[in-house]
């Protein structure tokens, strides 16, 4: 687990302008998982996509990372490029199959207009359904040059907004739980282990 958080570490440094991000969608689909009743073992699994879940971004050129502006349509296709990386980098370690769906599925929608299969609805694995909407509300929540961060309320109300369209219903109402609860804050570390998100 070392390895992993330095490596999520590493792709957050390439991209200045998330900082932390990985740690963040990290803690989030944690605690959505467990407030969803996920087994321990499947708790495990999404730690471990969330955290690694932009490691594609290795394979995108720092001019389109780091371009402090909106993306043009060809930059955004190079970027989009990052959910097939990451599944392509991973798929050659035997013990980290079981993640490759929340790295290459969680800018899938549930109304089959996310990239890069167009899967749609049931079709997206539930890992990759979590873990968007943790980045998702993560994105919304962060500062950058070409979009104010929302506040977590704003945000939150956003996040239901996008049910059923983007967003997975069930999963939406997991967050729902954790925010109502007080448990989806800002802090940034990526946790230990699956447990910890749930009592922090």
């Known amino acids: 687990m070392g390895t992993i ?3 999520a570490q590493a792709i957050d440094a390439k991209d200045p302008y998330t900082r932390g991000h990985s740690g963040r969608v990290n803690r989030y689909s944690v605690i959505i998982g467990r407030h969803i009743g996920l087994s321990e ?8 996509a969330s955290l690694l879940h932009d490691v594609g971004k290795i394979g995108v050129d720092d001019s389109i990372l780091k371009k402090p502006g ?18 392509t980098i991973m ?13 290459r599925s969680h800018h899938e929608r549930m109304n089959g207009k996310g990239y890069p299969d167009s899967l749609k609805g049931e ?11 943790a980045d998702t509300f993560d994105a919304m929540t962060t500062q950058r040059p070409y979009q104010q961060a929302m506040s977590f309320e704003a945000a939150s109300a ?5 049910k059923k369209v983007a967003l ?3 999963v939406v109402e997991a967050f729902n739980r954790a925010y109502e609860a ?4 800002d802090k940034e570390q990526a946790t230990e282990n699956p447990t910890e998100a749930a009592t922090a």
């Open 168 to 170: 997975d219903e069930r």
């Open 158 to 162: 956003r996040i239901n907004e996008l």
């Open 123 to 133: 079709e997206i694995p539930l890992m990759a359904r979590i873990i968007a909407v």
């Open 70 to 87: 909106a993306l043009t349509p060809e930059e955004f296709s190079v970027m989009k490029s990052h959910t097939v990386l990451g599944a």
């Open 182 to 185: 007080g448990e989806l804050t």
């Open 5 to 7: 958080r330095a490596l």
């Open 91 to 103: 798929e050659p370690i035997g013990q980290m199959k079981r993640i490759i769906p929340g790295l």
């Open 41 to 48: 073992e499947d708790l495990r699994n999404i730690h471990v």
